[in-house]
């Protein structure tokens, strides 16, 4: 399995509050992703990074921010969480044009 | 229109059954493409990747039809570990983007 790590996986917040999720790698893959599903739509890319300092939007990155200080981490921040975004949220990386790994998911609740 | 498009399904077929998915895209630049399973509350994991000549892993087969935009999955003898959500996934390799569709459910039957 590729060497990916989510964390937290499991979270509970209020409407309004900031939260971050890690996505952490040990592949060195220029690429990393944050996706959110659910049901019905499927995975949606959020935000994208395509090296350290380099991240692009995707098609639902409205209310996100990312950053990726290191090639390993790539950090999705919700400024101020709001009840849509209640999601299970996903990272994954690329080596560049071949398939994508993913991390076991870290699942959002807002209240 | 979506990138990519796949029936949801549901699918429930009999152990034994032979079962085939398909998917179409609209981006006739896409290069890549692959098909992913996802189990109930797990993350999505590679099945197989699809190459323009077919390709064949086991009981599974992947077919791509460029001129026509879509891809195909051929499962023979399911199993009922066989049940699961798989994803048409389609890479257009302009900024390594990747595109799901939304994932057609499979149920296999004792």
């Known amino acids: 399995d590729a060497g990916i790590t989510q964390s937290p996986r499991h979270k509970v917040t209020e409407t309004g509050t900031p939260v971050t999720l890690r996505c952490h790698q040990t592949?060195?893959?220029?690429?990393m992703y944050w996706y959110r599903q659910d049901p019905g739509h499927g995975l949606r890319l959020i935000h994208y990074?395509?090296?350290?300092?380099?991240?692009d939007k995707g098609e639902v990155s409205d209310g996100y921010s990312v950053s990726r200080s290191k090639t390993e981490d790539f950090l999705l921040t919700l400024e101020s969480a709001t009840s849509s975004q209640t999601s299970v949220y996903f990272c994954?990386?690329?080596?560049?044009?071949?398939?994508?790994?993913f991390g076991e998911g870290s699942r959002l609740t807002v209240l | 229109r979506k990138e990519v498009e796949q029936d949801p399904g549901p699918f429930n077929v009999p152990e034994g059954a032979t079962v085939a998915f398909n998917c179409t895209y609209s981006?006739?630049?896409?290069?890549?493409f692959f098909w992913y399973r996802q189990d109930c509350r797990k993350e999505p994991k590679l099945l197989m990747s699809?190459?323009?000549s077919g390709n064949e892993d086991g009981r599974f087969t992947a077919q791509l039809n460029r001129a026509s935009q879509y891809i195909s999955l051929l499962i023979r003898d399911s199993k009922l570990s066989d049940s699961a959500t798989y994803l048409c996934?389609?890479?257009?390799?302009?900024?390594?983007?990747?595109?799901f569709g939304t994932g057609t459910s499979l149920t296999v039957i004792p």
């Open positions: 990074s395509y090296g350290v300092k380099d991240t």
């Open positions: 699809v190459y323009s």
């Open positions: 981006n006739s630049a896409s290069q890549s």
């Open positions: 996934v389609v890479n257009t390799n302009t900024g390594n983007q990747f595109y």
């Open positions: 994954a990386i690329s080596h560049s044009e071949r398939e994508l790994f």
């Open positions: 592949e060195n893959h220029r690429y």
